[in-house]
């Protein structure tokens, strides 16, 4: 067993065999052959899931792969989340638990829950709204008194959006500016292979609308504070509308974007966001200053007017049957045909995730001034960020979810990392993240 100097493994990636999990683990490999330096001098890793055998071949498998690698192999640990102890056994082993078991309202908890009892760092793959903020609203008091960090959502849901919108308000205070509104437009380019994606991202899915009133619920006992509105109102578009700017078709982004970015922003707001003031072995290296609140929407575009009839019809389709149990079974067993063929129990191809690759622009608003004036009156400057990357799901979420967990491995040690149950930008608004993420190619741009 090779551990650091804590008798601790930096990262423990759970869920290894998995389709997320498995790319995860190539890209730890992979990234240490293609730029050691991301790495601190004795980094030390395990891998973690059900299947043992099934590990050691997807060690071997990778570690020949690569052979320039420049990390050791990682150890192996057997847990499954139906055993307590064995995810205690893991947690107490790790710093950082990298979580790629999903859904996660099914099975996240019991790992959040062991990893504050054994105050180790989390991140994760979770695109679930209920379940993160029910996890918010039980661990976060524990996790504080632990000094533990647990942040969720640190794959394409929803660091290009949580992440990007930090970006912006971060251009804005460059330029002594006020952000108030940030409409995100997502955009997945797909090659001739066609577009795929795991059974997973759509059982999640299935049940993430069928629980939409347990999360009204667990907002309306939010302890966390009610937002301000800065500027005028920037209202959702609902249903089908037409961006004249993008030339395309627009619906409401139906994604956990928009409950993320907002989380994040009522942590922030309420104070549970701030690093330990006293613990940073660099201050200089602190932002200070808190990202302000703004307004944010988030639409998928939709290039042409075939494509915009089809996702209507399917997606009211699956919105319907997803509300009730006998719907949610049978879109769960024909994931093909309710899906237009993206989504089925097979993996897509290394051919289909090659041809893919998202691109989201913020369109953004804002005042000339560090102050936001007080009559509301229309923004009088803007700015258009672009963001990009490479295949959003298994090529992207395991780039953003390792960079996630090593800003927080360096950035706990810094003191500029608070603790409790957080978001990725009210985890990672005082580190280094957002330089971090264009070294494996997702980009932020002003444009
Ligand atoms: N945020 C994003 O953009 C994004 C992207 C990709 C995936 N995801 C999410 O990630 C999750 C996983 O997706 P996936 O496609 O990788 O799913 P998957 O291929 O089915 O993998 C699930 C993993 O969970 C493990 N597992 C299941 N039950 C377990 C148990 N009782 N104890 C321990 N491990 C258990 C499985 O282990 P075995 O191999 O032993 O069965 C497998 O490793 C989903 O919730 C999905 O929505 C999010």
């Known amino acids: 067993m090779v551990t650091n100097d804590n008798n601790k493994y930096d990262i423990t990636v759970f869920g290894a065999t998995g389709l997320t999990g ?28 059900r299947n043992e055998q099934q590990m050691q071949q997807l060690v071997q498998k990778y570690m020949t792969k690569y052979p320039s690698a420049t990390i050791p192999e990682p150890a192996i640990l057997v847990a499954n989340v139906m ?12 710093k950082i638990i990298i979580n790629a078991v999903g859904p996660f309202r099914f099975m996240g908890e019991y790992v959040v829950r062991s990893c504050v009892e054994n105050s180790c760092d989390y991140v994760d793959v979770t695109g679930e709204p209920e379940f993160v903020e029910r996890m918010q609203r039980t661990y976060h008091d524990q996790a504080r008194k632990n000094n533990t960090t647990i942040v969720h959502c640190c794959g394409f849901d929803s660091v290009p959006a949580d992440i990007g919108s930090l970006y912006v308000k971060e251009l804005y205070q460059e ?56 500027g005028p109102q920037l209202k959702l578009k609902k249903g089908v509308g037409y961006n004249h700017d993008m030339q395309m078709y627009t619906i409401p982004f139906p994604g956990a974007d928009t409950s993320v970015v907002r989380l994040s922003q009522q942590l922030l707001v309420s104070g549970q966001a701030e690093p330990p003031s006293n613990s940073s072995s660099n201050p200089s290296q602190n932002k200070n200053v808190m990202p302000p609140t703004v307004q944010f929407a988030a639409y998928v575009l939709l290039p042409t007017f075939w494509i915009m009839i089809q996702v209507c019809f399917y997606g009211l389709l699956f919105s319907f049957l997803a509300t009730t149990p006998w719907g949610r079974n049978l879109l769960l067993k024909h994931p093909e045909f309710f899906s237009k063929g993206i989504f089925s129990k097979q993996n897509p191809t290394d051919e289909q995730l090659r041809q893919t690759n998202f691109e989201i622009t913020l369109i953004t608003k804002g005042y000339q001034t560090k102050t936001i004036p007080v009559d509301n009156h229309e923004p009088d400057c803007h700015v258009k960020v672009m963001i990009r990357g490479p295949e959003p799901g298994y090529i992207g979420t395991p780039r953003m979810v390792l960079q996630c967990a090593l800003a927080l491995l360096h950035g706990k040690k810094r ?33």
């Open 175 to 230: 330029k002594g500016w006020s952000p108030v509104h940030i409409e995100m437009f997502l955009r997945i380019h797909y090659g001739e292979a066609g577009i795929h994606g795991g059974f997973a991202t759509y059982e999640s899915a299935v049940h993430g609308v069928g629980s939409a009133e347990l999360l009204r619920e667990i907002r309306k006992v939010s302890g966390l504070a009610k937002l301000p509105r800065p």
């Open 415 to 447: 003191g500029q990392v608070p603790v409790g149950v957080l978001t990725p930008s009210a985890a990672f608004w005082n580190t280094d993240l957002l330089k971090r993420l264009p070294s494996v190619d997702i980009t932020f741009e002003e444009v």
């Open 22 to 49: 498995s790319h995860i683990v190539e890209h730890v490999i992979e990234l240490s052959a293609s730029q050691p330096e991301m790495y601190l001098h004795g980094f030390c890793w395990a891998i973690a899931g």
């Open 83 to 94: 055993r307590r102890d064995t995810l205690d056994a893991m947690a107490k082993q790790s």
